[in-house]
């Protein structure tokens, strides 16, 4: 019951968000901040892993993470909201519809410019140039993560979310290098939430105990 009353505040809350970020784009703008519409697709995210856990839970129970597998798993975990959130930042200053060039952006490994707002946190939210090679960078760091692991914990969930990781960075770059269809991008998006799902997953996967019969709902 506390699961399912928080499951629904944060779908409440995800309601407000939701106004907040369409109220951005009402007065001086025609597009929505990329800041409100970041966090609501983070939210958006939080919720929709939340809801899984929660569906998970049934059945069995969870111990405490103890061995550097079930910490890598959680990281990944992490680093997939990470880099869902960041992917919202790349659609919502359409930073994807430059820099259409893979595995280089501009010619350059690392393109200059990547610094050019003052102050320097700013390039890593609304710098396109900046905000696109995070994503792509941290899809990078994420590739080779998942492989690693997936080696490491030798398990189907393991093998499920670095096979989702891995097609999920060939849809990026797809989307990119065509100029974001919005087909391509619909199915980035949609594969962003899969990915989610499989880390969640394998988290689960990792440290559920099966519930005794009697206690199953
Ligand atoms: C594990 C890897 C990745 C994940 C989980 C991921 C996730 C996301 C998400 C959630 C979005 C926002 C979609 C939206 O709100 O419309 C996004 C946008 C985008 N991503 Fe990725 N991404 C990954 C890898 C990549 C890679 C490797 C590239 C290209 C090199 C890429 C290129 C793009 C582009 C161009 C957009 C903007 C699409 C638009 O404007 O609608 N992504 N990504």
């Known amino acids: 019951m506390p699961r399912l009353i928080l499951l629904l505040l944060l779908g409440a809350a995800q309601g407000a968000l ?55 798993a959680i990281l990944l975990l992490v680093l997939v909201f990470a880099q869902i959130a960041m992917g919202g930042f790349v659609a919502g200053i359409d930073a994807g519809m430059g820099y259409n060039t893979w595995p280089k952006m501009d010619g350059q490994w690392i393109p200059n410019g990547l610094d050019a707002m003052q102050p320097a946190w700013r390039n890593l939210f609304e710098n396109a140039l900046t905000v696109q090679f995070v994503h792509r960078g941290l899809a990078y760091v994420l590739a080779i993560l998942v492989l690693v692991h997936a080696w490491n914990a030798f398990s189907l969930s393991g093998f499920v979310l670095a096979y989702g990781v891995w097609l999920q960075a060939a849809i990026g770059v797809l989307t990119l290098v065509l100029h974001v269809p919005l087909a391509l991008a619909l199915a980035h998006q949609a594969a962003a939430m899969l990915v989610l799902l499989a880390a969640v997953w394998h988290v689960h996967r990792r440290l559920a105990r099966p519930l005794p019969v009697q206690d199953r709902p």
Do not use: K, N
């Open 18 to 72: 939701g106004w907040y970020m369409v109220a951005s784009g009402l007065t001086e703008r025609v597009d929505v901040s990329q800041y409100r519409l970041a966090a609501h697709l983070t939210l958006a995210s939080v919720i929709f892993a939340f809801t899984a856990w929660t569906i998970f839970c049934l059945g069995s129970r969870h111990r405490t993470p103890s061995s550097a597998g079930d910490l890598m």
